[in-house]
């Protein structure tokens, strides 16, 4: 079946540091790929999204690229701010079902 | 204006007790799920419903039981609450049978405590 498999958090940075999260994943097909971050007490909300092979997501200074050779998804910021903190979710939707595959979740916490 | 949102946003009751959690959607959308966000924020799909229909029916305790009136609507009833069902429910919903790049969009949870 489908997975989605992310670097194990907490990650600890300060302001205006480079941020990578670690994402790969499994699929049968060509799965859409995607990035939802939830802020404290919310729901989650969608970042970004790439729909195939070498496509670039990017959203509020986020980045993500699509690797099918790396089966490979990781998110990018040049410069993370305090209000950057929170969980990150590697997500991927394979055609022709409605389900979606959640990876574990990445916590970030940015300190000034 | 909210485009998912779930009622109530905190539920705390006694352990063995029956609540209801609902969930309303006004983006149009085809499809409506379930998740259970444990206090790891591991996130785990409970059900979803397209058209009305039940499409996805995980590993779930037949304690619980999602009811979709309608397209915009998906309501999930938990019998004889336990204390392990103590988590944050999320509602989300999505557009397009068999497409698959459409993102999910979320409520903002409800948060069950079981005394």
């Known amino acids: 079946g489908d997975s989605v498999t992310q670097m194990e958090g907490p990650v600890t940075l300060s302001e205006e540091a480079f941020l990578t999260i670690n994402c790969t994943y499994t699929?049968?097909?060509?799965?859409?790929l995607f990035w939802y971050v939830q802020y404290p007490g919310e729901g989650l909300q969608l970042l970004l999204k790439?729909?195939?092979?070498?496509d670039k997501g990017s959203n509020k200074g986020f980045e993500a690229t699509y690797r099918k050779e790396t089966t490979s998804f990781h998110l990018e910021k040049g410069s993370v701010q305090v209000s950057d903190s929170a969980v990150y979710f590697c997500?991927?939707?394979?055609?022709?079902?409605?389900?979606?595959?959640f990876g574990t979740g990445t916590k970030l916490q940015v300190i000034p | 204006d909210t485009a998912v949102s779930q009622t109530p946003k905190y539920l705390v009751t006694q352990m063995g007790n029956d609540k209801s959690i609902k969930c309303e959607q006004n983006?149009?959308?085809?499809?409506m799920y379930w998740y259970k966000q444990d206090s790891k924020k591991f996130l785990k799909i409970m059900f979803s419903?397209?058209?009305?229909?039940?499409?996805i029916n995980e590993t779930v305790p037949n304690r619980f039981s999602p009811k979709s009136p309608d397209k915009a609507h998906l309501n999930l009833h938990i019998n004889s609450l336990e204390l392990g069902d103590s988590a944050v429910y999320f509602c989300?919903?999505?557009?397009?049978?068999?497409?698959?790049?459409?993102?999910?969009?979320f409520g903002d949870g409800t948060r069950l405590s079981i005394l």
């Open positions: 989300a919903s999505s557009q397009g049978t068999g497409d698959s790049n459409q993102p999910q969009h």
């Open positions: 699929a049968t097909g060509y799965p859409s």
């Open positions: 790439a729909t195939k092979a070498d």
């Open positions: 997500a991927l939707r394979s055609g022709g079902y409605q389900k979606v595959t």
């Open positions: 983006l149009g959308h085809d499809t």
């Open positions: 419903y397209n058209n009305k229909e039940l499409i």
